[in-house]
């Protein structure tokens, strides 16, 4: 999987990039009992986080939990 990550363009590393943040803030989601405090706590739902354009606003929050 590295050699392919090597031949991406900056668009598709970007991508990928993303595609491992929303696989990471899901497994957060449902498996972790502190993350899904913190989300319960700001009100934020996994419908929330299914749009990669809402974790910007998220990630001001956090250093306040």
Partial sequence: QFKQIDNYTSG???NYQLSQLKKLITECYF?????KKIFSKL???F?????IDNINLFS???HFC
Avoid at 31 to 35: A, E, K, V
Avoid at 47 to 51: H, S
């Fill in 12 to 14: 598709q590393y970007e």
């Fill in 31 to 35: 498996f972790s009992s502190y993350y």
């Fill in 43 to 45: 009100n934020i739902t």
């Fill in 47 to 51: 419908k929330d986080l299914e749009n």
């Fill in 60 to 62: 001001k929050e956090f």
